[in-house]
């Protein structure tokens, strides 16, 4: 068979190369990667040997070939390449560390992320000195192990900027890498930086904080805050204490679940359909969620302009 048959198509003009400079060169030998075609025609790729034989007047009247199937390594470096160019180029924290927590990688955003200057850097920290140390201990006791059973895992957590020791925040997604075998080699990370993010989360808890704080402060005054569904949002006090609740216990619930008045529920429903105010004063309002207890005396009339407070001497209903 003519050797050219294994070989694909688009290597030929690599082999042929190979033996024009064999032929100029009796003393050398040449490697070169190449796709050969199986019999059954898949395709595998081989490292071809080949060397000159020659006559003793130095005429080369042909040539010696070894090919070696080297398939799985060109797969495993075209992976790892594949691999090299997503982390080099990624925005995200790129990272590879062994069974020891030792890194052995880190992507250049990463190396930006948290201050490090250089790869030689990366390589005098352990894994467990980026976190700061009062989450070592849950990331040690809680986290990893849970990575080591189910081989993977994610968390929301603080890594340390060395440079500036500021707090930065990550989404820190973490997996195991196995051999063909299944055996763990080591762990590796892709993890994005959510500061930003949770620094808008704080301020706007602490947002909410200090309106939850300005809503408790008057302690004869009802008010809640209620969705478009008449669902209780905010709840201060003073108000669930005269419903008989804590704050926290009616977030979420009902209003007319909780208290059922078809006149009261249409009176809601056009402040908030047509957004003209009321102000309520001296009308009966029962507690159906504790039969034992008496009512309170509520009224209606129209003042556009009015803030519905809550249940009391003159509640008021504004929407907003």
Known sequence: MDWAEFVHPEDLGKVT?????LAKD??????????????????MWAEFTASPIVEQDGNIIGFTGVTRDVTARVLIEQERQKFFLLAESSGEFVGICDLEMQPIYINPAGMQMVGLPDLAAAYRVKVQDYFFPEDQEFI???????????????????LRHFLTGEPIWLYYYLFSIHDTDGKVLGWATVSRNITERK????????ERDLFQTVMNAPRNIHLVYLDRNFNFV?????????????????????????????????????????????EVHDKPFLFPDQPGRGGNLLGLDSHPGKRFHGHGDRPHLRPC
């Open 234 to 278: 905010r709840v201060n006090e003073a108000y669930a204490e005269t419903c008989g609740y804590k704050p926290e216990e009616m977030i979420g619930k009902n209003h007319f679940v909780l208290y059922p008045d078809p006149e009261n529920e249409v009176i809601f429903a056009r402040v908030r359909d047509t957004g003209e105010s009321f």
């Open 17 to 21: 190369d190979t033996f024009e400079k």
């Open 26 to 43: 009796e003393r050398n030998s040449s490697a070169t990667i190449i796709r050969a075609c199986h019999k059954d025609g898949t395709e």
């Open 140 to 158: 040690a006791s809680e986290f990893f192990p849970r990575v080591q059973r189910d081989g993977h895992g994610d968390i929301e957590i603080r």
């Open 199 to 206: 620094r808008a989360e704080e301020a706007l808890q602490a």
